[in-house]
């Protein structure tokens, strides 16, 4: 790989777009993917508590983070612009072909998702690749997939309290996934030196 | 109709119609996905699966909506039956396309980089492998006495370590085939966008935004 002369160090270093790297993006979407895949009972056991009383949205806002975390990952492991995005998308794209109960709606969720996640890399700069970077992207993703669902699961006709109430979850659960456990698979990652092989 | 064509009409419509709110145009297009899923022979199992499924979402929002939202039953039912529009016009493009056909369809039509084409079909032609590659870990885990969970970090590390090593491999193993970035190639399998999909394209784009445009309810 290009960066192989590079220091071990290389908290630095900018990725480009090679061929290596593209693979990478995608294997790591997948196995997000996947992962994600077999907890996908969740959902449907969440909802399916939550229905009668109506909170159904709340499982949908509980999970987001989980949905939300290649985009930070390959964000962090390929350090440039649209690796995120690119890694988000894709991992959306493979619910689809395993067959996911969203059909063509998780490829659009994918697209929001994905601008989400890649926003809060380019208010950085794509230069913080530590806590404040990552908080950014987890701030940029939630507001960005919350107005989405304003508007496609009809979040709009609600009211403050209860809007209020999903969108505390929904930043609950980025924080959870896509900020404390990235930032844990990033520090094993460093510890091995991984960004350097 | 050309994969990457009907990808396209399939987003630009999901996307639509999550904008727009009118129950009847999200019924005629589930009932049309579904006439076009049943003539493309899809399996008993796989048409229950499609039915079953997106039930759990579209009852839970559309329960919420109509306890809790201020636009009464008929908004409940326009998310409930959007719900089920977006997963049966998913499948008219999943079950009828094949993933390579998509990647050459990009990279020749639309002009995609090769590199991006090759490179996300070489990845997703593993996912049986990734898939395999998941239990493996935590099957090993476990043979330590430690269970992997969707939320332990250490499973995400250990993958993201496999995914470093084969996309090296991978990519070794595209070039030593003659595969070079960021270089002109000929196409073994050519595939073009015809005027009858362009026909169909439009034709089909056309008639939704007509559709749209005068059923209201």
Known sequence: MDNKTQPATNREHQSKWTLRNIILIALIAIFTGII??????????????LTPIGAAPFANDLLMGLWCMAGPLTGFVVRTFGSAFVGEFLGAAVEVFLGGQWGAGAFISGLVQGIGSELGFAFTGYKRYDWVGLNASIFTTVVVTFAWDVIKNGYNKFGIPLLLALFVTRYISTFIFGGVLTKMIVRLLDRSNAFSL | MNPGLKLLLVMAIALEISFTQSLIVNVILIGVSFIYILFNRVTFKALIGLIFWPLFP???LFVSQWL???AGIHFAWILFTRI???VFLGATFTLTSSITNLALTLEQDFRLPSKFAYGVLAAFNLMPKINEEVQIIKTSALMRGEALHFWSPKLYFKAILSSIQWSQNLAEAMTSHGFVEDQGRTHYRVIKITRMDWVWFIGLFGIVQVLLFFIRY
Do not use: D
């Not at chain 1, 994600?36 to 508590?49: C, E, I, Q, R």
């Open chain 2, 58 to 60: 579209a009852l839970g």
């Open chain 2, 84 to 86: 089920y529009a977006y």
């Open chain 2, 68 to 70: 809790y939202g201020s």
């Open chain 1, 36 to 49: 994600f895949w077999g907890a996908g009972f969740l959902y449907t056991a969440l909802t399916v508590v």
